[in-house]
């Protein structure tokens, strides 16, 4: 029975807003470091050093931050989308103040895939804006996002705010596989020739291996946002709790 | 590890696309880096509110647990 | 010993609201009427040309019956959050979800339905070739019914914000954005000749999907805002 209760531990822990603050506070820097360095040498790597397409020349460069944008969006949804559900089932507070925090990151995110794809696309295609499946359908996702962040705000009590924007992500969630699905069929119904942002079943290996490093830093660099806005946002609902008035008066004693 | 350009020039050239990269490029680190500021500035203004709570408290009434 | 509520519950419920609906007539019919003046704007701003406006008369018609239910989704909860009908249906001891699953039913009713039957008329000002009608009038049937059913749960979301915000709108277009895309589908199909019944299958899928998930998510999320 002990050891059951123990193996539970962290799950119950990670529960526990004072202890995500204070590991969050002791591996911030690290993380950090790990962002920038894999962000600084996957960046230099992709721009400077990786082969120019055949194709399209030295412009497929931005793919270095589009692909990995885009994939963190999406996958930045459902960790919201996650929390949230974590939060209506486990009624666990702190899950839901990281759902709230993965909102805006995501949208960020969102808007670097979209705004990268539409500067892709005037020297490949001769336009700024093509209704390409994929683009569209990371519009839309941008549109969800809005729409999570725009509930989120609109209500006062802060308890109903977390719990409706949670079902709204989980709508959401259930509703991308549709989007995707049918804005891809609607594409093809409309255009001919298929368009694709990124061969990546053709992609060389020399320009496939800066594309990885820059999705790992993209990866953490989406867990350091994370932590950052979670951090501000444990402040903000645990203010009158003691440790955070400890904190507080440790630090302006120092 | 051989970089495609031989001069700074041209890496600002970029061989015809350099606007396009270089503005996506701007932009998008431009983003990301709000994406660090923006919390971080957050925070630190949720501090201080705390900060000024406490301190009026502890100007004001001696009693404790009066929040 | 009293009888228990068996089914006529549900159709009560849907009686309910479509008597309500009835009696205020004024905010039932104006969709309709929407409906109707901005179809009328797509000749005015683009060009009266019939070849013109036969090619793209089912998306105008999609999109403008979209607008139109839009504007009336929020009437789905609004009312009886404002006068405390909604929290007597909260407490009383009842899946809620069946109560919502008629408000739903009921709105269609009330809204998508007279929209169907409108239809026809405004197809002929917008010159969709008469081959297409039947294929038009299938897919704003099915449609409309998914809208209803989605703008439910976005309209329990936002109930106790208060009415007539964009709010609503902004979170609930999104989600249509799917169905409209098989809508318009099937009427294209259809004017070009071909099989139109696979779009429509989609969409069909989507409504039974939609009829089964959406009264829990709306149950579910007037439970969080209107408790």
Partial sequence: MVTEVKKWQWFYRLGSPRWFYEITGRWLPWLLCAASLLLASGLFWGLLVAPPDARQGNSFRIIYLHVPAAILALVGYYIMALAGAVGLIWRIKMSFMVMKSAAPIGAALTFIALFTGAVWGKPSWGTYWVWDARITSMLILLFLYLGVLALQRAFSSAEMAYRASAILALVGTINIPIIYKSVDWWHTLHQPATLKLTSASSIHIDMLQPLIVMICGFYVFYVVALCLFTRAEIIRREATSAWVRALVSNESSR | ?67 | MPELARTPSFLAYVRRDVLLAYRRLGDTVAPLIFFTMVCTLVPLGLSPDPQRLSEIAPGIMWIMALLATLLSIERIFAFDFEDGSLEQLLIAPQLIALPVLAKIVAHWLVTGLPLTLLSPLLAMTLSLPTSAYPAMLLSLAIGSAYLSAVGAVGASLTVSLGRGGLLLPLLVVPLYMPIMIFGTATVFYAVDGLHWSGPLAAMGAMLCAALALCPLAAAAALRVTSA
Avoid: C, K
């Fill in chain 2, 1 to 67: 590890m051989n970089i495609q350009f031989a001069s700074f020039n041209e890496i600002l050239a970029m061989g015809g696309h350099g606007l396009y990269v270089w503005v996506a490029v701007t932009v998008s680190v431009a983003v990301l880096a709000a994406l660090l500021v923006v919390p971080w500035q957050s925070h630190t203004r949720a501090l201080n509110q705390v900060r000024l709570r406490l301190e009026r408290h502890a100007g004001g009434s001696a009693e404790e647990g009066v929040d």
